[in-house]
């Protein structure tokens, strides 16, 4: 079964201890009309992650359009519910392995965190996003959402494809 040569490394830095700066607001199911795909931020995530990558004698990620759609769905998701969570994880990471023969996905995920630079700040400073941000991983894919009541929420997908 091709499943069994699957690793799926789920490496979420503790369930309920994904970054947030601050409460989200108390919002009802917001319809995807109603939120904004923010390309900047996402574009500088991935840059500010590959470049503290490098800059510690590790690759950088190749960005993948497979692991960005999956990113951008849980980020849709979370932004319309106002709820930040990595429910569904081992579903998405499975999916994405059977799409592009990843052996090793991983996430991070934050909110309400106005730039890049401060959302990275927090995950270096998080144990187990620090560990996927150095994990021995392949490729990437940043989806970044904001809502009308302007709450930011960040989605990170690493993977590390098979040989």
């Known amino acids: 079964m091709r499943s069994a040569y699957f690793l799926i490394l789920i490496l979420l830095g503790g369930l309920g201890a ?3 700066k601050e409460e989200v607001s108390d ?3 917001l319809s995807v009309t109603e939120l904004q795909v923010e390309a900047v ?3 500088q995530t991935v840059r500010l992650v590959n470049d503290f990558r490098s800059s510690n004698g590790l690759g950088t990620l190749e960005v993948n359009e497979d692991a960005y759609e999956m990113a951008l769905a849980h980020t849709r998701k979370m ?3 106002g709820v930040m969570s990595h429910a569904n994880f081992d579903a998405r990471a499975k999916s994405l392995a059977n799409k592009v023969g990843a052996v090793k996905v991983a996430e991070n995920l934050s909110t309400n965190f106005d730039s890049a ?3 990275l700040e927090k ?3 998080s144990e187990g996003h620090y560990t996927n941000i150095i994990g021995d991983f392949t490729h990437t894919a940043v989806a ?3 809502t009308p009541n302007g709450d930011i929420y960040y989605t990170q ?3 590390k494809k098979g040989d």
């Open 157 to 159: 997908v690493f993977y």
């Open 123 to 125: 995950w270096l400073e």
């Open 41 to 43: 931020l996402e574009e």
């Open 117 to 119: 630079e401060e959302t």
């Open 27 to 29: 919002i009802a199911a």
């Open 79 to 81: 932004a319309s519910s």
């Open 144 to 146: 970044v959402i904001s």
């Open 18 to 20: 994904s970054c947030s």
